[in-house]
């Protein structure tokens, strides 16, 4: 039975985690020497940070999933237009330092022979305007999308099909460059922000500590509505989205509004990410990286949040060795993992932890019986 308390024992558990990471990662990085073995590469700092964004990302994807049945595979479209949104600030933070030395255009502005700056990046040179859009542009088309797809009644594998083919129609418009976004290229050569070089190792454990931090009060939000009255309900849709409409509940308005949260924390996990990985282009819009997010919460398990953000960063590691290692053999390795999964763990990882749990105490219980009747 899943506990309402707003924090369980795996919550702390994954809290006291992060807060040992945000600790350990960016203190073995700084503090010890590099010919330490216990020194953390400056390679590995943004790496495990990455990872951490991806772990945002599998929450939001489970918010929806997990808790009120929505199967979503254009995910990737709202993580991506949050690293545009703060792609467009670090790329206006370069000024004169560009290789055109153009004060207010980017280089990429500059050899398409621009004349001045499109109105849709006005404003982008200021960090808050810059972090508002990273919240309010995969809200509102989250808000957009959601209205008209839940008010249709359009659910299941055909509510899927569509986010699936609006990230592709997204992929499509930021790749033609209609939109003055770096076309196939996308936007990357960042040197700084807030005047400090991205490339030092204080920025770097800087924005590693910021990801874990998100994550935590992700992770936070997602338990306190799930634990709620207005979670309760989106399990009920879940389960029985027709008897939850007939006991008088405005089905379609729980579904926007969880559907808008999630987006706007997947802008979120988007815009931590971009400036730690240095490049943000269209290939972030692929349907792949959506279904791959998927893969991750199904991996940790279905509707636990811990498990999600555990599941994307298991499977991420997974495929940097692999795709090193062995590059040919990811592709396989994740369609396996999923069957495997799928067949023989519906529950995921956390569901093997739960049930190795019941098996313990279901011995204990046995054990307490049998104890009088010797």
């Given at each position: ?103 207010e255009l980017p280089d990429f502005m500059v050899f398409l022979n621009l004349k001045e700056l499109p109105v849709w990046w006005w404003g982008f040179d200021f960090f808050p305007y810059a972090a508002l859009m990273v919240l309010l542009v995969p809200g509102a088309l989250a808000f957009v999308f959601g209205w008209f797809a839940f008010r249709s009644r359009v659910t299941g594998v055909y509510l899927s099909i569509i986010t699936q083919a609006l990230t592709f129609a997204l992929l499509l ?202």
């Amino acid at each position: 039975m899943t506990s309402t308390r707003l924090i369980d024992f795996k919550g702390y558990v994954f809290l006291a985690v992060l807060v040992a990471a945000v600790v350990i990662v960016p203190g073995l990085n700084l503090l010890l020497p590099a010919d330490n073995p216990f020194h953390i590469p400056n390679y590995l700092v943004p790496l495990l940070g990455k990872y951490l964004t991806y772990a945002l990302l599998a929450l939001a994807v489970d918010l929806v999933w997990g808790y009120c049945g929505i199967l979503s595979l254009g995910h990737g479209a709202f993580f991506a237009l949050g690293g545009y949104a703060i792609g467009m600030h670090l790329m206006r933070e370069i000024g004169p330092r560009g290789v055109y030395a153009n004060p207010e255009l980017p280089d990429f502005m500059v050899f398409l022979n621009l004349k001045e700056l499109p109105v849709w990046w006005w404003g982008f040179d200021f960090f808050p305007y810059a972090a508002l859009m990273v919240l309010l542009v995969p809200g509102a088309l989250a808000f957009v999308f959601g209205w008209f797809a839940f008010r249709s009644r359009v659910t299941g594998v055909y509510l899927s099909i569509i986010t699936q083919a609006l990230t592709f129609a997204l992929l499509l418009a930021f790749f033609r460059n209609d939109m003055i976004m770096g076309g196939n290229n996308g936007l990357t050569d960042f040197k700084d922000i807030f005047g400090i070089p991205l490339q030092t190792q204080g920025m770097r454990a800087s924005l590693f500590a910021l990801s874990a931090l998100a994550l935590g009060l992700g992770y936070l939000l997602c338990r306190y509505i799930v634990t709620s009255n207005f979670g309760k309900v989106l399990v009920a849709v879940r389960d029985q989205e027709s008897r939850t409409r007939f006991l008088g509940y405005k089905v379609e308005n729980y579904k926007l509004v969880v559907w808008v949260i999630s987006a706007m924390m997947a802008g979120v996990a988007g815009a931590l990410y971009v400036p730690q990985v240095g490049i943000i282009n269209p290939g972030e819009f692929s349907p792949a990286n959506s279904i791959e997010a998927v893969i991750w919460v199904a991996v940790g398990g279905r509707g636990t949040l811990v498990g999600a953000a555990l599941g994307a960063v298991l499977v991420n590691f997974a495929k940097t060795w692999l795709t090193g290692a062995f590059p040919e053999l990811w592709l396989f390795a994740l369609g396996g993992l999923f069957v495997v999964v799928t067949l023989f763990l519906p529950k995921g990882i956390m569901g093997l932890i739960g049930s190795m749990d019941s098996v313990k105490a279901w011995t204990a219980r046995r054990r307490a019986v049998a104890k009088p009747a010797e």
